[in-house]
């Protein structure tokens, strides 16, 4: 399990291992602790799960996470 996932505004969710991740073709990542990883929430990654930057370089994404 995720030692913890941190939601960034306008930007991806950062996770923080250790964690077992399998991407949508079945592929495992393994994420020891105390490593991070960023995985895209906007779906403009080249790269995905992971965020590549796109969200900001290419598309502007914007999505306000706090509470209203």
Not at 4 to 26: I, M, S, T
Not at 32 to 43: D, F, I, M
Not at 55 to 66: C, G, R
Request: with cysteine; net charge positive; glycine share 8%.
């Amino acid at each position: 399990m995720a030692d913890k996932v941190e939601v960034r505004l306008n930007g991806p969710y950062r996770v923080y291992g250790p964690l077992n991740l399998v991407d949508a073709d079945g592929k495992a990542f393994k994420l020891p602790s105390g490593e991070w990883v960023s995985l895209c929430r906007c779906g403009a990654s080249a790269t995905k799960p992971f965020c590549d930057g796109n969200h900001n370089k290419a598309i502007k994404f914007n999505a306000p996470t706090k509470a209203v």
